[in-house]
């Protein structure tokens, strides 16, 4: 049996709930109405034109469109996570990219080839669902990873500049930043690992189940996208760093922040 359809009608009368959000922040002071309105237009309309060209884009399901969707949604992220960070954008944009392209690039087509194993690697539906899932999450984990490095380095550049007075490379002297920016990157998906079914159903396991899948093969898709997921967050921060670091820092190893 298949979801129970939502109706437009069926969105408003949840939306009426917000309104005693609105009553409550006025009478604490918080002026936030119109910010959550426009979240809330912007939501709508966002998902509803990705819903009409995703349609579109699965039934044409064309390997070069697909391709190019994917590269879109990367340059996307990238520009988002250098928005978000103390870098420069002419200097780390294409690490940053590159960063998010490999991993999520080889882990799209091992997750179709071998965990799914659909015929056509490049197909329309699983590639861009699952590159999105990857990407939404390996971008938080970027944003948080490169700004702990680059910050921690600035914050304590006499240490830096000490061990390399020492005779310490460039790699040594960062590398305690390094560890911390990958600890700090990927924490809140191991955390979400180790508790997840007990004190959340994940969002993609949920909706196979409404859609009509038997719960335990929803758990099985849920695993494997949430070890993709974990995977590929590690590699992305792990070699935005690196390829980073190849622009961010001058001959004499002094960042350029």
Known sequence: MGAQSIDYINLIYILLFVLPIF??????????EKKIIVSIVRMAIQLILVG??????????????????????IGVASISIINSSPLQ?????????????IPNFIMIIFFNAVVVRIDFLFEAKYMITIGGMLLGNGLSGN?????????GIKKNKEIVNYDLALGATRFE???????????????PTIASMATIGLVSLPGMMTGQILGGSIPIEAIRYQIAIMLAIFITKYFNI???IILTSFTMFDAKDQLKL
């Open 23 to 32: 009553v409550l922040n006025r009478i604490i002071g918080i002026k936030n």
């Open 52 to 73: 009409i060209y995703l349609q579109y884009i699965f039934d044409l399901n064309n390997i070069f469109v697909n391709i190019a969707y994917i590269l879109i949604m």
């Open 89 to 101: 954008f002419k200097k780390v944009f294409i690490p940053v990219m590159l960063s998010l392209l």
């Open 143 to 151: 944003i948080i990873g490169l700004t702990t490095f680059y910050s």
């Open 173 to 187: 002297a960062t590398l305690p930043f390094f560890k911390e920016a990958i600890i700090v990157s990927i924490n």
């Open 238 to 240: 792990f070699l935005a």
